[in-house]
């Protein structure tokens, strides 16, 4: 079984640049949750969908950061414009059913470094 | 709201040696509990998970974690460390609501294993 694909892997941009992170989940799984993980710390999450809607973005920086996931399958990050404090790694996870099923599965990630 | 605290920052262990990481939760209910391992540059990989029921769980590689109520702790264990289990570790609690499933992350520990 395919795993959470992530791209790109590494991306180094100049602050006020944009960038955006792809990420394709396990075949099946309806949640896909976007986290953030700054150097040193936890993931935290940024959103989570459920098939193509959004549960929860509460935590997502509105002014900067966008996120779709149209077909409910593949999702799309979006960071415009880039701040210095946003290099971090950007994971991405699906699930087959949330927390019900006990595992999130979660791609390599996408690091930033926002210069 | 549901907070997770990993004291240790850096754990420094002999191969053969036996392990143990420290876990506290801050939760409402009765918390789902996880352990996640993440290898540099790497994605998170689930160790092991507490929802119910026995409150010692056994999980891959050997390792295992205790559920303890009365001290809002989840520590993990390894009997004899490898030099293969370095690496950092997450402790996560699961919020389990309407809608939104997600995890909250501690700051991580992580684990160097000396020869």
């Known amino acids: 079984e395919a795993g959470v694909a992530q791209s790109p892997r590494y991306k180094i941009i100049e602050k006020r640049q944009s960038v955006a992170f792809w990420c394709n989940p396990i075949?099946?799984?309806?949640?896909l949750y976007w986290y953030q993980q700054i150097l040193g710390q936890g993931p935290k999450l940024l959103i989570q969908f459920q098939n193509n809607g959004v549960v929860d973005d509460s935590q997502l920086p509105k002014d900067r950061f966008s996120a779709e996931r149209l077909k409910g399958v593949d999702s799309t990050l979006k960071i415009q414009p880039a701040k210095l404090e946003d290099s971090a790694m950007y994971l991405c996870?699906?699930?087959?059913?949330?927390?019900?099923?006990?595992?999130?599965?979660f791609g390599e990630g996408s690091r930033l470094t926002v210069l | 709201a549901q907070s997770v605290t990993q004291p240790d920052i850096h754990i420094t262990v002999s191969e053969g040696a036996s392990l143990e990481l420290r876990c506290n939760y801050s939760?409402?209910?009765?918390?789902?509990l996880f352990w996640y391992v993440q290898s540099p540059g790497q994605g998170l990989q689930l160790l092991l998970k507490?929802?119910?029921?026995?409150?010692l769980v056994q999980g891959i590689k050997g390792f295992e974690a205790e559920f303890k109520r009365s001290q809002s702790s989840f520590n993990l264990r390894k009997p004899s460390v490898h030099w293969s289990d370095a690496a950092e570790y997450f402790c996560a609690v699961g919020a389990v609501g309407t809608g939104a499933n997600n995890l909250f992350f501690g700051t991580g520990t992580r684990l160097t294993v000396i020869p």
């Open positions: 507490y929802f119910s029921g026995d409150t």
């Open positions: 996870a699906s699930s087959l059913l949330g927390l019900a099923t006990g595992e999130l599965f």
């Open positions: 075949s099946g799984h309806a949640t």
């Open positions: 939760y409402g209910a009765t918390p789902y």
